[in-house]
C-alpha cells in the first residue's frame, strides 16, 4: 500500500511539472519523506497492540491444547506430562511473527520453575487473582514497561476442569495415582493442583516492543 501510494504520488508530480520536465533528486526524496512519516496516536499503537496480543495468545493457546491432545492420545496423561515438560514453552512460541516478541505462560501455582512470574508480571497475576477471589472479571490488560518502549499484554488463563483435571485437579479424587506419582517424579516441587472448573490458573504474559506494533500500522 505504501509503495502503491508513493507511486502515485510521483507520478502527480510529474503531470505537474509537464511532459518533457524531470523529477529532480530533492523532490524525489521530499515525497519518499512524506509518505514513510506516518503520525499514529498512542490510542491507535495501543489499541493494535491489543488486536496483537488477543491474536498471539489464542492461537498458541490452540496450538498447545491441539498438541497436548494428540499427546494423551498417543500415551496417556502421563506421556502427556513428559510431553508437556519437553515442549510446551517451544510449542509456545513456535507461532511468533519475530523473536523481539517474547510469550508465555505464567502460573499462580507453578509446576514448571519457567512459568513463575517476574516482577512485572507478578503485580498483575496478583490483581487478576484479587478479581477471581472478589467475583470481578477478568479481562485482557496492557501495560507499558522498559520506559514505554515495551508492551506487556496479558491475559487471564480460566481453569477449564474436564480432562485438564487428570493432571491439575483433585489429587485424591481427579489425578490417577500413577500420574500423580509421574507428576512428582518429573516435577518434586509441584503445586499445581487442586484446581476447580472457574478457577484462575494462570495468564499469558506477551512482550511486543512497540517498534514492532509500530511497523504493523
Known amino acids: 500500500m505504501k509503495n502503491t501510494c508513493l507511486l502515485l504520488a510521483l507520478f502527480l508530480v510529474l ?7 524531470r523529477v529532480s533528486k530533492e523532490v524525489f526524496d521530499e515525497v519518499n519523506k512524506t509518505m514513510e512519516v506516518k503520525r499514529l496516536s498512542d490510542a491507535e499503537i495501543l489499541q493494535e497492540a491489543m488486536v496483537l496480543g488477543d491474536s498471539l495468545t489464542s492461537e498458541a493457546q490452540k496450538n498447545l491444547i491441539s498438541s497436548l491432545q494428540r499427546a494423551i492420545e498417543e500415551g496417556g496423561f502421563e506421556h502427556a506430562i513428559s510431553f508437556c515438560k519437553e515442549n510446551a514453552s517451544t510449542i509456545t512460541g513456535s507461532k511468533l511473527p519475530t523473536e523481539e516478541i517474547q510469550l508465555k505462560r505464567v502460573a499462580i501455582k507453578n509446576r514448571n520453575p519457567q512459568n ?15 478479581n477471581a477471589e472478589n467475583g470481578i472479571d477478568n479481562t485482557p490488560n496492557i501495560q507499558k514497561i522498559e520506559n514505554g518502549e515495551v508492551f506487556l499484554y496479558t491475559k487471564a488463563i480460566i481453569f477449564p476442569g474436564g480432562i485438564c483435571s487428570n493432571c491439575h485437579g483433585d489429587p485424591d479424587s481427579e489425578i490417577p495415582s500413577e500420574v500423580f506419582k509421574s507428576i512428582k517424579e518429573q516435577y518434586p516441587d509441584d503445586q499445581a493442583t487442586g484446581f476447580k472448573p472457574g478457577d484462575l490458573r494462570g495468564m499469558w504474559s506477551l512482550k511486543i516492543p512497540k517498534k514492532e506494533v509500530v511497523k504493523r500500522l
Open 15 to 21: 503531470i505537474s511539472c509537464g511532459p518533457r520536465e
Open 116 to 130: 513463575e512470574p517476574d516482577a512485572d508480571e507478578a503485580l498483575i497475576i496478583d490483581a487478576y487473582a484479587y
